[in-house]
């Protein structure tokens, strides 16, 4: 039987029939605001409440702002950092400044994806991790979309073979319809796609599941909320099982 990893995001488990396939790669794909980060992060949580070390792949935010933002969640991380069954791969600060000096993985040039594959395998066979998130995937071929489904296989290759699941986040603009170009979206295991719409003058939340290679899902676009404590989906709202 398929294994799953639970994502412990209220509703998301339901939506995908119990989990994420084990091993596979799924694109958190949707415009600016809509969540992807968040939910990014509450999936590394998650994983850490059930035993299963994480690892988080920072290109957008200093990895000191990463924590401090998992902390408005109540998801302090400092403590299984400690035990080191948490980690930052810092790929953002280009290892300038203090900070960068005293960290274990940092990542100097993101365009080198042999750079980043290397501190990424190094990180993960250290705090054995089960989970990966790589925060986005945008950044490492924004500026040469030709590499892109290169990048994702190298990537995917790595990760899938160290046996980790793992969510890359993929930008994309208000008005796109894709999910991040065709190299990248044929060469994952699956679809999150998250959505801000206006409706009677308010923002609405709401996500599908596109694909998800290796079981079945809801076919249905699901409301959610960002709470206090992270992001609550509603399976049923979006008629499932009615
Ligand atoms: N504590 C909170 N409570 C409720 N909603 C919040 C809270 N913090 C942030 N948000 C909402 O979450 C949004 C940001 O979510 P997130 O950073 O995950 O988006 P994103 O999809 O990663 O965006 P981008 O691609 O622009 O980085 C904010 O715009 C805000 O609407």
Same mark, same amino acid.
């Given at each position: !039987?398929?294994? @799953?990893v639970?994502?412990?995001?209220p509703? !998301?488990?339901?939506?995908?029939? /119990?989990?994420?396939?084990?091993r596979?790669?799924?694109?958190? *794909?949707? /415009?600016?605001? %809509?969540?992807?980060?968040?939910? *990014?992060?509450?999936?590394? $949580?998650?994983?850490?409440? !059930?035993?299963?070390?994480?690892?988080?792949?920072?290109?957008?935010?200093?990895?000191?702002?990463?924590?401090?933002? !998992?902390?408005?969640?109540? $998801?302090n991380?400092?403590?299984?950092?400690?035990?080191?069954?948490?980690?930052?791969?810092? #790929?953002?600060?280009?290892?300038?400044?203090?900070?960068?000096?005293?960290e274990?993985?940092?990542?100097?040039?993101?365009?080198?994806?042999?750079?980043?594959?290397?501190?990424?395998?190094? =990180?993960? @066979?250290?705090?054995? =991790?089960? @989970?990966?998130?790589?925060?986005?995937?945008? %950044?490492?071929?924004? +500026?040469?979309? #030709? &590499?892109?489904?290169?990048?994702?296989?190298?990537?995917? @290759?790595?990760l899938? /073979?160290?046996g980790?699941?793992?969510?890359?986040?993929?930008?994309?603009?208000?008005?796109?319809?894709?999910?991040? /170009?065709?190299?990248?979206?044929?060469?994952?295991?699956?679809?999150?796609?998250?959505?801000?719409?206006?409706?009677?003058?308010?923002?609405?939340? *709401?996500?599908?599941? $596109?694909? &998800?290679?290796? +079981?079945?899902?809801?076919?249905?676009r699901?409301?959610?909320?960002?709470?206090?404590?992270?992001?609550?989906?509603?399976?049923?709202?979006?008629?499932?099982?009615?």
């Amino acid at each position: !039987m398929i294994k @799953r990893v639970k994502t412990g995001i209220p509703g !998301m488990d339901e939506i995908l029939h /119990g989990g994420i396939p084990e091993r596979n790669i799924v694109l958190i *794909s949707g /415009g600016p605001g %809509t969540g992807k980060t968040i939910f *990014s992060q509450q999936f590394i $949580w998650n994983g850490l409440q !059930m035993g299963e070390p994480g690892i988080y792949v920072a290109l957008e935010e200093h990895p000191v702002q990463v924590k401090k933002n !998992m902390e408005v969640f109540g $998801w302090n991380v400092d403590p299984f950092e400690k035990e080191g069954k948490f980690a930052i791969v810092d #790929a953002f600060t280009g290892g300038i400044g203090e900070y960068a000096e005293k960290e274990k993985y940092v990542v100097r040039d993101i365009d080198d994806v042999r750079e980043l594959a290397e501190v990424l395998k190094r =990180a993960v @066979r250290e705090t054995q =991790a089960k @989970r990966v998130v790589i925060d986005s995937v945008t %950044t490492l071929y924004i +500026t040469k979309p #030709a &590499m892109a489904r290169s990048i994702i296989f190298q990537l995917k @290759r790595i990760l899938s /073979g160290l046996g980790c699941t793992s969510l890359f986040v993929s930008q994309v603009s208000v008005t796109e319809k894709g999910f991040g /170009g065709p190299g990248v979206e044929h060469g994952v295991d699956g679809i999150i796609r998250l959505d801000l719409d206006e409706i009677d003058g308010e923002l609405k939340r *709401s996500l599908i599941v $596109w694909k &998800m290679r290796g +079981t079945s899902h809801s076919m249905r676009r699901h409301p959610f909320e960002i709470t206090d404590k992270g992001i609550v989906i509603y399976p049923s709202e979006g008629g499932e099982g009615r």
